[in-house]
């Protein structure tokens, strides 16, 4: 983890809900508290170690709602109040660790956690110098709660670390959607204007009101396909299978190119509408771009699409796929769908949907 996980504001559910973990593990001050209250000295030091722990259980409490930042503050304070209990509770003293050891491994930063939680649960160890009476089990006790501090540090540490993973993968996932469909749009308009602009230039001498009529529809698509490039960058676009089997024809007319088209929209399922939409009007662009086609056939069907053309085929490009076709295939991929290309002659590309 880069940054400290815990200066994540109120997503964090140690910084939301973990001064309800602290108070309720505040009871064990009770072992304090009674060595305070049994141990032979002025009631006035009685009080200010009484004092003295209510400061303790209140500082651990804080430090749970700050950021981890702050965290520190709190836990210097837990320190101070449990040293200041010394002089009467003496080697009692070490009941704090837990609390402070705690504290350590879900609230510090990352830089500092690990050490802070080490020298907390180092710490009961002083009490080998005390009494021969001091309790063994307490060993049992303190340090399987901090180990469960440390796991549960870790685990959460391991759980933010997967969402953000998943996080940069979605922002990669839809980065490649957006290439892909700026790739989509810009490709199939770019051949459309440059195949007008052709059959203008040829017009120009022979026919200068058909050749006006083109520059003219040079002049929409190229306002359209800005529109759609807009629309697309900003994720609003979704592609409309009606529109472009109406586009498809006047497009490969446009190149010399007739078109033959079987079924309509009403035979596809509405579910993948919008995904044949889009592999249509890449498909046409690869036709016009490099099969040298003169008859092109759309067959709509309820588990897909078929467009087959009498090109030089699928071969003609040296067998490779370019990013047109790469991103066809990711997208029948991602609808649970096939895409099959075969020639001879000519191709025929095939895309069957669940």
């Not at 030091?45 to 503050?73: E, H, K």
């Not at 837990?78 to 009941?95: D, K, S, Y």
């Not at 033959?260 to 509405?270: E, M, R």
Request: with cysteine; net charge negative; proline share 5%.
């Amino acid at each position: 983890m880069s940054d400290c996980p815990t200066e994540e504001g109120p997503a964090n559910p140690w910084e939301r809900w973990g001064w309800a973990f602290a108070a309720i593990w505040l009871v064990f001050l009770v072992y304090p508290i009674t060595a305070t209250l049994e141990a032979d000295v002025p009631t006035s030091w009685q009080v200010a170690t009484g004092a003295c722990i209510l400061g303790f259980a209140v500082s651990n409490v804080l430090g749970y709602r700050v950021v981890a930042a702050r965290a520190w503050a709190a836990l210097g304070m837990m320190v101070v109040f449990a040293l200041a209990t010394v002089p009467v509770i003496g080697i009692e003293a070490v009941a704090f660790t837990p609390y402070l050891g705690m504290l350590a491994a879900l609230r510090l930063p990352d830089a500092w956690w690990k050490w802070a939680t080490l020298v907390a649960v180092l710490l009961p160890l002083v009490s080998l110098a005390g009494p021969d009476w001091f309790p063994a089990w307490f060993f049992l006790m303190v340090w399987p709660i901090m180990l469960g501090g440390v796991l549960i540090r870790v685990f959460g540490d391991k759980a933010q670390e997967v969402t953000r993973t998943r996080s940069h993968l979605a922002l990669v996932a839809e980065r490649e959607r957006v290439a892909r469909d700026v790739h989509d749009v810009l490709g199939h308009s770019l051949t459309a204007l440059s195949i007008k602009a052709e059959l203008a230039a040829r017009l120009i001498d022979v026919d200068p009101d058909r050749a006006r009529a083109e520059l003219v529809s040079i002049q929409e698509t190229a306002r359209q396909a800005l529109a759609e490039v807009r629309s697309t960058v900003g994720g609003l676009r979704a592609a409309n299978l009606e529109a472009e089997l109406a586009a498809a024809p006047l497009v490969l007319a446009d190149a010399g190119i007739e078109t033959s088209l079987t079924g309509t929209v009403a035979d596809t399922d509405p579910r993948h509408r919008a995904l044949l939409a889009w592999v249509l009007r890449e498909s046409v662009t690869n036709v016009v771009r490099h099969a040298r086609a003169t008859q092109v056939d759309v067959e709509l069907r309820s588990t897909g699409l078929v467009v087959a053309d009498d090109g030089a085929g699928f071969a003609a490009t040296g067998g490779h796929e370019g990013n047109g076709l790469r991103g066809m295939r990711e997208r029948v991929s991602a609808a649970g769908g096939t895409l099959q290309i075969s020639g001879g002659p000519g191709t025929r590309l095939e895309v069957v949907l669940p």
